[in-house]
């Protein structure tokens, strides 16, 4: 299932407004990554986040999250399976 240009900026400006200028929502970057079904649609977010901020999102990520955090989010990418042609 490809990820539309407009669900993966949804999906890219939801992981932007959960970064705070005191304390980030990590429940709701996690939540993201969750809804997605596939790791191409991973991709898709990342092309958008850097459309739309000029950052790039593992970077953002990293500056932003513990490493415990991070750890948690490439947990949940990696138990997906790769996208269109991987059943």
Known sequence: ???TK???EFYA???NKAFGIVNDDEQAIFGVF???RFKSQVASIVTEFFNLYKRDLLTTLKSKLSESELAEI???IE???LGITNK
Request: aromatic fraction near 0%.
């Open 74 to 76: 490439i947990n949940i």
């Open 34 to 36: 969750r809804q997605l």
């Open 13 to 15: 400006k939801q992981i």
């Open 6 to 8: 407009a669900g993966a």
């Open 79 to 81: 138990t997906k399976p």
């Open 1 to 3: 299932v490809v990820l």
